[in-house]
Nanobody
Framework: QVQLVESGGGLVQAGGSLRLSCAASGSIVSIRAMGWYRQAPGKQRELVARFTSGGALAYADSVKGRFTLSRDNANDTVYLQMSSLKPKDAAVYYC???????????????WGQGTQVTVSS
């Protein structure tokens, strides 16, 4: 069974920092894209930052210059360093990956369970 295990959410004051981690575990053959989305109450889920299938790094305009996505390929893990947090950054953050599970031959999209980020003003 393949899982995306997230950690690092919590409560922080505006202007503060948090670091989210997401580790893919299980029988994985290949990961071609991995990153983070977020969903605030009453809003659609949106991209935050992602390593794309071509290896590029994509950020939402709203987080550029404040958030940094990094990865540890050896451990199938991505990290989202969030700085200068604003109340509007508050949301449930979801890890996302396009991967091939052992025994399959196609990429499929997987999601983590989500981690709450709360930013107090």
């Amino acid at each position: 069974q393949v899982q995306l295990v997230e950690s690092g959410g919590g409560l922080v004051q505006a202007g503060g920092s948090l670091r989210l981690s997401c580790a893919a575990s299980g029988s994985i053959v290949s990961i071609r894209a991995m990153g983070w989305y977020r969903q605030a109450p009453g809003k659609q889920r949106e991209l935050v930052a992602r390593f794309t299938s071509g290896g590029a790094l994509a950020y939402a305009d709203s987080v550029k210059g404040r958030f940094t996505l990094s990865r540890d390929n050896a451990n199938d893990t991505v990290y989202l360093q969030m700085s200068s947090l604003k109340p509007k950054d508050a949301a449930v953050y979801y890890c996302n990956a396009d991967l091939i599970k052992y025994g399959n031959f196609w990429y499929e999209e997987c999601w983590g369970q989500g981690t709450q980020v709360t930013v107090s003003s």
